[in-house]
């Protein structure tokens, strides 16, 4: 069982900047932040391997970068520029298996943290 939880959520105005961090009991897992805005579903936003290969949303490319710290047990995301359309539940999650921007493949999760982007 992994423990996960996130930090660093808050309320920005349009084109300012946040940085999530995931707090994990084990890492040894491909990890991934997921985000999800009332009345729509789950999707992925990015997501690293145990090994660093990342993936991102084609939604947040050249915005939004995922890392992680495997001496500290920390997944972390970076958002810059952010948009009013960002503004959603940021999760953490771990896959045991592949590594995947689908969320039915992560074993995992966090309780969320909000993220709310003013214009």
């Known amino acids: 069982q992994v423990q996960l939880v996130e930090s660093g959520g808050g309320s920005v105005q349009a084109g300012g900047s946040l940085r999530l961090s995931c707090a994990a009991s084990?890492?040894?897992?491909?990890m991934g932040w997921f985000r999800q805005a009332p009345g729509k579903e789950r999707e992925g936003v990015a997501a690293?391997?145990?090994?660093?290969?990342?993936a991102y949303a084609n939604s947040v490319k050249g915005r939004f970068s995922i890392s992680r710290d495997n001496a500290k047990n920390t997944l972390y995301l970076q958002m810059n520029s952010l948009k009013p359309e960002d503004t959603a539940m940021y999760y953490c999650?771990?896959?045991?298996?592949?590594?995947?921007?689908?969320?039915?493949?992560?074993?995992?999760w966090g309780q969320g943290t909000q993220v709310t982007v003013s214009p």
């Open positions: 084990g890492f040894e897992y491909n």
């Open positions: 690293v391997s145990r090994g660093g290969f990342t």
């Open positions: 999650a771990a896959s045991s298996s592949v590594f995947s921007l689908t969320s039915r493949n992560y074993n995992y």
